[in-house]
């Protein structure tokens, strides 16, 4: 990399839920593009439309970010930062495709001194032993000579507009001294949180996927917590509290385990750890255990029902107020209460109705006018809407005798409608 910081060309490769606001965060301080596959994404984009939610529009528009669908006009960067989705197959192993296809675009472009960092989650090795070879072959030039790679982990967290690219810690790594300094450099630009140095590329990619592993065993754990407590016939939450009184217990609330970090990252770790003749009992066990979650859920919902009805479900997204429907767990409730008979409609304002379609093959409501007469309502994603229903709401929707679930202790505190009955996780 040449000349001063601020006039080093970027390009980051992937504008999704992590590359947009770290574009948008980096075209503040260099010359920044950002390259996506998805033609219709970059229209979007030009049109200030994200549709992620992660970025407003005008913050979209104001950006001097240029974004492209074509490939070759990413040719002049200096740095690569790349931000493809690092998802698991069918059989919950990496699958890496498509980090693998953008190295076989990039490659195509380096020239000598270029810096390609990987952001996109991995287990520890895969910048290195396998982006660092299929970038060599694509270019024809030798990693670690010619060009380098970073590898900086990225901590975003849909939804949360505190822990922004701009504020949070950046952990950075590099393949040689020079290559970490300037790396530290030009995140250190972008971000107030500071940077830390990890000591190498593996340490790096290992404590990221180690962070989303731990938080998938504390909630395994804390959904254990409450199978135990249905079987008690005492609540989960109030268990909780109580417990959250002490000084050093962790705040980890039980529920569904879904979208494309919390569920998966753990599998990457597990997959590394049987390749290197360990068997990552508590990963895969706290991963077995939230997974079997939906359908639990289901089962006590159906368990407390007078007979298979007409359920209205709240909330089909994989985590609150954001649109994000991928790996979503609400849908093995929805599964498991269809496959005991009962007839389930979904409601979610924040979700694509379309996108549901496509990927699920139902439709969504989109409005609660007129809704009643169910014989459940399952409160199943903690979307603003559904905190601020009252009972008089809930009573609206749910016949008398009926049953109002409490999946997310949505509706704790509420003096519950008279004539209703409730369960909650
Ligand atoms: N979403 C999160 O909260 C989060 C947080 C931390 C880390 N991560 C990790 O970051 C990575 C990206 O996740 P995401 O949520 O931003 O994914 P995403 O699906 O929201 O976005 C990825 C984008 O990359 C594009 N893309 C795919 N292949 C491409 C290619 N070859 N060239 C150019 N663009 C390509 C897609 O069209 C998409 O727009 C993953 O490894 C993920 O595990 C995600």
Known sequence: ??????TTPIAVIGLGYVGLPLAVALARH???IGYDVDAARIDELRQGHDRTGEIDADVVTESTLSVTDDGAAIANAEVYIVTVPTPVDADNQPDLRLIRAACAGVGKLLTAGNIVVFESTVYPGVTEDICGPALAAASGLVCGQDF????????I???DREHTVDKITKVVAGQTAEVLDCLAALYGRVTAGGIHRAKDIKTAEAAKVIENAQRDINIAFVNEVAVICQKLDISAHDVLEAAGTKWNFLPFTPGLVGGHCIGVDPFYLAFQAQQLGHDPQIILSGRRLNDAMGDFVAACIDENMSGPGRVLLLGLTFKENVPDLRNTKVIDVVTGLTARGHQVVVHDPVADGAEAERLYGFPLLSSLDGQEGFDAVVGAVRHDGYLALTAADLAGIVREDG??????????EMERPAGRHYWQL
Not at 1 to 6: D, H, L, V
Not at 148 to 155: I, V
Not at 403 to 410: N, P, Q, T
């Open 1 to 6: 990399m040449t000349g001063s910081k601020s």
């Open 30 to 32: 260099f010359p920044t």
């Open 148 to 155: 380098f790679l970073g590898y900086s982990p990225e901590r």
């Open 157 to 159: 967290n849909p939804g």
């Open 403 to 412: 049953l109002i679930a409490d999946i997310k202790g949505l509706w704790r």
